[in-house]
């Protein structure tokens, strides 16, 4: 079944696979949202099966929620949780010092309050979401919708002040509508090109009435593991300064494969 996968889901699925190895009997773990975080729940339902490992999940989504209740794995909100040992989710976009781009799911929001309420956050990645510069995928704002034409402009005034240069800011449409978070708000996209200063761009967006969040995650990851699709994987762990070239095998994950319907 493996071989059927696509190089991009494989390298998707090593990175989940090595990830989940990093979480311990009686963790608290955060579960991202998106295609790789899935292959993670999916890993992570695979060692629970067959370790009986036991963890309880703060999922980061309704989507991700709905999967992990569906592979039986415990789950309980940020609140009940309070603070957790471990997140791992995917991303849009990292650099060189970990900084992120995430949101593509529209699930930013919740993915950032738990990734902060985690001792460790691992993102999950193939080979294309590395970049020398975060920007050229579009950041993700949450915004509330009540004014929210008045927020684009705000935001759209805020990039040429800040003397952006890609300024397009479109609302996330989903078919006819626009696109409704879990937490009922819209996303803007800031199509930039590339991100000059990620950390002031983050500041000051936030600041603007209307703005919840954007997708600009920094100082928030510890660990990237990548996936290539012949199953090689790289763990980065920026705060030991590490480089780790690991491999993970194809062989006997049917049980996992059976479950793809994300
Ligand atoms: O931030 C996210 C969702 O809000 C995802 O982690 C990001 O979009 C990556 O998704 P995928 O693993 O499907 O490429």
Redesign the pocket.
């Given at each position: 079944m493996a071989a059927d996968l696509s190089p991009i889901d494989k390298a998707?699925f090593v990175a989940a696979k090595r990830a989940v190895e990093f979480i311990e009997d009686g963790m608290r773990v955060g579960l991202?949202?998106?295609?790789?975080?899935a292959w993670m729940v999916r890993c992570l339902a695979e060692r629970m099966r067959e370790e009986g490992l036991r963890v309880t999940g703060v999922p980061t989504s309704s989507r991700t929620a709905g999967l992990a209740r569906q592979l039986g794995i415990p789950i309980t909100s940020l609140d009940e949780a309070r603070w957790l040992d471990l997140t791992i989710?995917?991303?849009?976009e990292f650099d060189h010092d970990l900084a992120l781009i995430?949101?593509?799911?529209?699930?930013?929001l919740q993915?950032k309050i738990v990734a902060t309420a985690s001792d460790r956050m691992i993102v999950i990645a193939d080979t294309a979401k590395e970049v020398a510069q975060l920007g050229g995928f579009p950041l993700p704002l949450e915004v509330i919708p009540f004014g929210w034409q008045t927020t684009k402009a705000l935001i759209e005034e805020t990039l040429v002040s800040l003397e952006v240069l890609g300024r397009d800011v479109t609302l996330r449409m989903n078919g006819e509508r626009p696109f409704v978070t879990d937490e009922g708000n819209y996303i803007v996209d800031l199509h930039l090109g590339r991100i000059g200063n990620p950390r002031q761009l983050s500041l000051v967006v936030n600041q603007i009435p209307g703005v919840v969040e954007n997708g600009l995650f920094i100082d928030i990851c510890d660990i990237v593991v990548i996936g290539h699709g012949d199953g090689r994987v790289e763990v980065r762990d920026i705060n030991a300064g590490t480089v780790e070239q690991d491999r993970v095998e194809f062989a006997d994950t049917d049980n996992i494969f059976a479950d793809l319907g994300d």
């Open positions: 998707k991202g949202t998106g295609s790789t975080a989710d995917g991303a849009d995430k949101g593509g799911g529209g699930a930013l993915e």
